[in-house]
């Protein structure tokens, strides 16, 4: 009697398709056990046959009849799981059309298996997608088998390779039903690729002579299993040219089935399939019963190789799922720039290069990816238009075809996402996730560990996302490759940001587990070439475009050419011989070595009505005649494209009508921030949409227009930008777009479309705590559509730009009275928040520089507003209206201009504070006690130096992590910007004084010297000198520039506290341990005074602004007052309390210190002025925030801090837990 088993009890789920693959499946059970006992609450249609093969008890399970292909085997493999839940794997089994190639020599009757190989996971869903001119591009992944099996199919493998296979074996099993036979199969005949089935269903009337003469295999086995990529989709592939198209496409698959696509992702397994045709027009099913024989044998052998304790062991099915789903949400939280890939759906219709062109060059980009030398980057730059994004785009396709390629990033200024290093790391790391399997966990791990990684700095992002999971990735040696295509990094929009990515891309040098290499193409511009000097030589390989002998451009250019006319001529049914070897030598002659020039050329003459006239055009132009440099002739067809786009017939009144709407939307074009479409451009400028389109309609040379007008357009080439805003290079005052006059256009149009569109509730959800996340996308999308959500994102930018000064009452002054709340509620919606506050400090700054009391103290309050709020704001849009207007301070600007938008359902509110108080800021990110805080000279960035050995730096306004600073071995003792706050340094217990580049973060100088601790850090006025002191009872004197040691100060017989430099940078103060204060000649470096008085250590010195007095802060709890030309005691100030800070006021009179405010003229008992009412700024007193004299703010005592700092009305608190706080007061 058969076994009756639990449910649970079943391990392996096997999936097949049709009734002769049952029928196998169930020939290879080792025992059948009893049918299951239906509750009357199952859903389960499935119908199964159970029992077990080598220990494993296996549930088998066979697709309806009749219904075949992706959809029905996810659904029954979905009821499987649910019926199942003790399953940990699946196999698919059955038969599929085979791929014969040079490389894989399948014949019928052998065995195909899933297994990575490339760019895919095993099985592609081959109609997920499409043909571009360079390749495949996927728009699905699917997952690879699971570990547990990949490892049986090796250990099956090497069986085979050791003559220990048993699959002969388990197919002889079938022998006895004479269906599965192999000997009533037929012959196995392959006939060519493009020679169509003749006749019925047999090849009887197929030509004999239409075979593939094939050579009898020199293996002993009767069946060949072969392991590569299995093709999946929902329609039979009954065609060998379109089969080899396809295989090609997809880097060579070895077979084509219909299921397996719809199981990978919902049910982990293998895939296994007999080949019974070959995928072509003589299908016939006299193969499919032993091609289904030997797929089940197979699936046998991989059984019985996997020990059921380690099966038993492994999770299940449903939690692999599970789980799966889980990271992929964690992993969708990454910002993610979808135009970024080489093979972006933007980019489809962006070329490779042709065949026999960049021929040596290609290979030497080849042999150093695929060498060994420690050159991380190969680094090709050129001018503007020489090829550099289609070689870009021919190395990623060629990795990505390998399997090799781990990321791209291609970079085009003016266009949204890729325009900026906002989301360059995080798109890198996603297609690493998606690209390498083995990192993907790692990389989630990552965001789990630190949700905010995203808004943190590019090197924290780049440390935490790429170089640690790839680090945890590999065996030991160089045994993987991972190509990383960072395309026109040139176009990067921030300076700094081009030189942290560059050094950042460096870093891949740091990895040993696996090769990580960098092909990176730019202009040859300032900031790239400062971030690549930062690198030694030996680091990098450079290759110079622009340098390639012109012969060899030119040949490049010609195959070009020739190429693209002969498509044009066979399109318009021209002569074979069209358009001849000398007109294509004249445009080469014209191209100037530049592709840009011969791709436009070519565009122009194909959107031509006469392509004739068209080229013509261009042999016969006067301007390139007198074209003297590449760019000269660039500008030339630029020019014609632009006058050809003007019929001659208009009047001159529609001409300059016409130039005016070019100007306008060519204009915008070229100047956004972000691409829009045909349409969207129509409702920004209000421009209707047919004029659009005429003005656009002969610009195809020179412009992406796609013909869906909801598509964005985009220019070809970031030349053409370069063009049109340059009037010399424009030329033709026509078509000359004033810059800052397009900036304002666009500001205007951006202000009356959101005046016009913005409302309450926006989105209609009628619901005060609708939350962001509960709101489908496409229900945003609607009611904000793209020209909406551009005009909220990129008004301040374009006003900005456009170099305004505004004014009390003007048309921003009223929109944002009007519109302030609707903004910030479309801006959540939108999950733009803090761009909505990087924008309003943004405003600031223009308003301060403006004559605009009214509107400066608003846009100051809505700042305020925005920050107090964001919590709330950035989760549930409508609480703009609710919590943060009703808690905001009574006196806010804000919310008297809008308290009447209160909801009604709140009729009164009382306690409500009247002014704002501190707005704090809670910056978190360092793990140990902060040591010292520092403001930038201009106030806009704090340094943090920790315990934890770092500093970091961070966005004042915004409170955003700009950049992690590692390199020291100890604690961080001080930090101090230079004059210009273009470099910061730092003092360390590791005895080394650090010099950084406090834009990108990059080390600068590693200075040695001292022999102990350095505990602080001072730069001249002029900083081009740095002092530091430290333990070692010295101070140190350094060029800031190049770290070269100027001068040895000795003579404290103590540790060196502090030091500062006298106004003119000519005297130096130390203070020390040894309770005295040292002047010293900071030229010379000789001793001047020593300043004997104190009875305790002193911990800090000052000068006064004209340099007459210093001032001197003590353990024994005076501050003194010295000459500072003659050392004589001036006067001695008792404080009652330790002073750790010191800083004069601008005016020399008044002193601010931690523990309050002193008079320098103060009697000689030097009270502290503790009831005199002296306004002079914020500072930290004990528990207390104090403005003046008076105490405004008790900080709790996990407030209280270790170090403070105050910028203005900005003060800075850190913390002993590794925390810092921002406060700003009004």
Known sequence: MPRQLRREDYTVGWVCALPVELAAAQEMLDEENGDLER??????????????????????????????????????????????????????????????????????????????HQAFGGVVQYNMGKATPSGFERTGLLNSPPQILLAAVARVRANELRGRSRLSEHVSKLDRISKFQRSKTGPDVLFEAIYDHEGGQTCEQCSTDRQEARQPRESEEEVVVHYGTIASGNQVMRNAAERDKVSAELGGVLCFEMEAAGLMNTFPCLVIRGICDYADSHKNKRWQPYAAGTAAAFAKEVLSVIPAAEVAESRTADKIIKEKNTLDIILNRLPYAEDAPFNSYSKQHEPTCLSNTRVDLLQEIYNWLDGQDEQCIFWLNGLAGTGKSTIARTVARKYFDRGCLGASFFFSRGSGDVSHAGKFVTSIALQLAHNVPAVYRHICDAITECSNIASQSLRDQWHQLVLRPLSKEGG????????????????????????????????????????????LTSRPEIPIRYGFCQIPDAEYQDFVLHNISPSIVDHDISIFLEYNLRIIGQEDSLDAGWPGTEVIGTLVRRASGLFIWAATACQFIREGLFVDERLRTLVKDGA????????????????TVLQNSIRPDYTEQEKQMLYRLLRNIVGSIVVLFSPLSADSLSELHVIERQKVNKALKNLHAILNIPVDQSRPLRLHHPSFRDFLLDKYKCGDPNFWVDEKQAHQKLTDDCIRLMTTSLRQDICDVDAPGALVADVKRGQVEQCLPPEVQYACLHWVQHLQKSGTRLCDNDQVHQFLKERFLHWLEALSWIREVPEGI???????????????????????????????????????????????????????????????????????????????????????????????????????????????????????????????????????????????????????GDKTVRLWDAGTGATLQTLHGHSSWVESVAFSPDGKVLASASGDETVRLWDAGTGVALQTLHGHSSWVVAAAFSPDGKVLASASGDETVRLWDAGAGAALQT????????????????????ASASG????????????????????????????????????QTNRGILHTASPSQGEILSHQKISRGFYVKEQWVTRGMENVLRLPPEYRPTCSAVYSGILALGHYSGRLLILEFA
């Not at 300043?1091 to 210093?1110: R, Y």
Request: proline letters at 4%; a negative charge; one cysteine or more.
């Open 1091 to 1110: 300043l004997h008085g104190h009875s305790s250590w002193v911990e800090s010195v000052a000068f006064s602004p004209d340099g007459k007095v210093l």
């Open 476 to 519: 030991s040696g160089y045994d993987s490759l991972y190509v990383l295509v960072v395309d026109a990094l040139d176009e990067c929009d921030n300076d700094n940001n081009i030189r942290v990515i560059v050094q950042l891309l460096a870093g891949a040098r740091s990895l040993k587990r696996v090769r990580l290499r960098v092909f």
């Open 39 to 116: 509750d009357l609450g199952d859903n389960d249609e499935n119908l199964y046959a159970l029992g077990s093969i080598g220990g494993h008890n296996v549930a088998i399970v066979c697709l309806p009849a009749g219904r075949i292909g992706n959809n029905p085997a996810a659904a029954v493999a979905t009821q499987m799981r649910a019926t199942f839940k003790g399953i940990r794997f699946g196999l698919m089994v059955g038969i599929g059309g085979g791929v014969p190639s040079a490389e894989a020599d399948i014949r019928l009757g052998d065995v195909v298996i899933s297994q990575p």
């Open 624 to 639: 390139s005649d007198t074209a003297t440099t590449p760019e000269e002739h660039l500008n030339g067809i630029y020019t």
């Open 838 to 988: 990087h924008a309003i400090a943004s405003l600031e700054s223009i308003a301060l520089i403006s004559d605009c009391p009214d509107l400066y103290a608003f846009i100051h309050d809505m700042k305020r507003f925005a920050l107090y709020g964001r919590p709330a704001i950035e989760q549930a849009p409508l609480q703009v209206y609710c919590s943060t207007l009703v808690f905001a301070p009574t006196m806010s600007l804000v919310k008297k201009q809008f308290i009447s938008w209160v909801p009604g359902w709140l009729q009164r509110l009382s306690g409500a504070k009247k002014d704002w108080n501190a707005l704090p800021q809670t910056l978190e990110g360092h793990s140990d006690s902060v040591k010292t805080v520092a403001f930038s000279p201009d106030g806009k960035v704090l340094a943090s130096a920790s315990v934890d050995k770092t500093v970091k730096l961070w966005d004042t306004g915004t409170g955003t992590a700009l950049q992690t600073l590692e390199g020291h071995s100890d604690s961080v003792k001080a930090a101090a910007f230079s004059p210009d706050g273009k470099v910061l340094a730092s003092a360390s």
């Open 1116 to 1151: 024994d709890e005076t501050v003194r007052l010295w000459d500072a030309s003659t050392g004589a005691a001036l006067r001695k100030l008792k404080v009652d309390a330790i002073v750790r800070t010191l800083s004069f006021s601008n005016d020399g009179t008044f002193l």
